[in-house]
């Protein structure tokens, strides 16, 4: 259970954050703040984003997405206050926070989950490890070709 509810965290982070790889190379390799990374991740667009795809791959009803989205928000604003109050830390080193959080609200929303859904939610996570066992084999210049170009 505990690796079910840290999957389907990750997945919420992943899609909160999925601006922040793209950050991280912006100052020339130096770490940016968490509170910088913040900025360009957290929006309510990607709440909405990150609630469209539970929807769908998780099939959620109406009424389960008006559960789950103050949840996201909530999810959203823990993280913010977070790294509010630790203005010059990375999200590296706000990990095991973000983490904490992210356990928190997937625990909420497994519990809003019907059977069916929860076994959606288990295809979903699988995709995702499959997801990120692919990303961790490739090379680095062929996940990244501004990153090989700037290098030079």
């Known amino acids: ?3 079910q509810t840290f999957t389907l965290a990750y997945a919420v982070t992943l ?3 999925m601006a922040g790889g793209a950050v991280a190379q912006d100052d020339g390799g130096q770490q940016p703040s968490a509170r910088r990374q913040s900025q360009h991740i957290h929006t309510p667009q990607s709440i909405d984003q990150e609630l469209a795809h539970l ?3 998780l099939e959620l009803t109406p009424e389960q997405q008006q559960q ?3 949840l996201l928000q909530e999810h959203h604003d823990k993280i913010q206050a977070l790294m509010d109050t630790n203005p010059k830390a990375s999200r590296q080193e706000l990990g095991t926070q973000i983490h904490a959080i992210s356990d928190e609200t997937h625990r909420e929303i497994h519990a809003l989950l019907t059977d069916h859904q929860k076994e959606l939610e288990k295809a979903m996570r699988q995709r995702e490890h499959n997801g990120r066992e692919n990303r961790r084999s490739a090379p680095p210049a062929a996940t ?3 990153a090989s170009s ?3």
């Open 55 to 57: 929807t769908k791959d």
């Open 1 to 3: 259970m505990r690796n």
């Open 144 to 146: 990244s070709p501004e």
């Open 150 to 152: 700037s290098a030079a």
């Open 68 to 70: 789950v989205r103050p």
């Open 15 to 17: 899609m909160l954050g």
